[in-house]
């Protein structure tokens, strides 16, 4: 019997209405997506309890100790306001799993999450760990699209080797091309084989002049990761019709929170949005805190 991570996941239709997107600080074209709130304070309310899944996840595998928490057990990071977050609640408002799509308007190497890795701290391979991650910021400028690091990626006990994950890094790709298209890079753990995971999706070991890197010991983390580069319109073939209908459903389906509202030359009917969606259960802000 196949295992729920290598099923296909368009095998059967899962809604996505417990899927919910978080947008940059300050995002606001409401224009990509169809069901849209502009509410502040949710916003912040979802981005906390985020941070506090991530410290409590990242505490219990031992990649975290609690003094890099916040005091309220919130593992923050400072690129967290300006990136997209996207959660998946359970029917009790419970946070299943998240991840993190940071898109870099004007990027370098030196700003990135990869040049702070151990494996761009070593002498002997610094410099081809700016070559890979430069060619991936050459190459989304060559094709008109951002360049982008994905991380934040955690999955509860539960959840992990199940469709679930597996869907939610299907959507990741399939966000990236709603908002133009991402090429880029990702820092991933070898535990819970999340680096295995993302390499059978399409993303691959960062290489440079045909040299790939090694995996690499992050002492921040206290664990093996490897570095990978990714194309989002390029996921593995078996995968690229589930992208496509990802990318479809999610403009429709998944409910975006922002902060920022719409220019004034959106439609005056938006107005309405707000009212049919706070009148869902799986917005009560008193659910959204772990």
């Known amino acids: 019997m196949k295992s729920a991570l290598l099923r296909p996941a368009g095998s059967q239709r899962h809604s996505l209405r417990n899927h919910t997107l978080l947008a940059p600080l300050s995002w606001h074209q409401g224009h990509r997506f169809q069901d849209l709130l502009v509410d502040p304070a949710i916003h912040g309310n979802l981005i906390g309890a985020i941070q506090r899944f991530r410290g409590k996840s990242y505490l219990a ?7 890099q928490l916040t005091a309220d057990g919130r593992h923050c990071q400072p690129i ?3 990136s997209w977050h996207l959660v998946v609640q359970d029917d009790l408002g419970q946070i299943i799993s998240c991840a993190r799509y940071h898109p870099i308007s004007k990027p370098q190497f030196e700003t990135t999450v990869a040049s702070k890795s151990a494996l761009a ?6 410099a081809k760990v700016k070559g890979a991650v430069e060619s991936s910021i050459r190459q989304a400028s060559a ?16 959840s992990r080797n199940t469709s679930e994950a597996f869907r939610s890094v299907l959507c990741m790709y399939a966000l990236c091309e709603i908002l133009g298209g991402a090429v880029g890079v990702s820092t991933a753990t070898t535990r819970h084989a999340s680096s295995s995971i993302l390499q059978r999706m399409g993303a691959q070991k960062a290489a440079l002049n045909g040299e790939v890197l090694p995996s690499y010991f992050e002492p921040m983390f206290d664990c093996e990761m490897d570095l990978l580069q990714f194309d989002s319109l390029r996921p593995a073939k078996r995968y690229a019709h589930h992208v496509a209908e990802y990318r479809t459903r999610m403009k429709a389906e998944v409910r975006v929170i922002c902060c920022e509202p719409a220019p004034a030359a959106y439609p005056a009917a938006r107005a309405a949005l707000p009212r049919a969606l706070l009148s869902s259960p799986q917005l009560d802000t008193g659910l959204l805190i772990q």
């Open 61 to 67: 595998d031992g990649a975290l100790r609690a003094g």
């Open 121 to 126: 701290g070593s002498p002997e391979w610094r």
């Open 143 to 158: 094709r008109g699209a951002s360049f982008a690091e994905l991380g934040g990626w955690c999955v509860a006990k539960a």
């Open 80 to 82: 967290d306001d300006n």
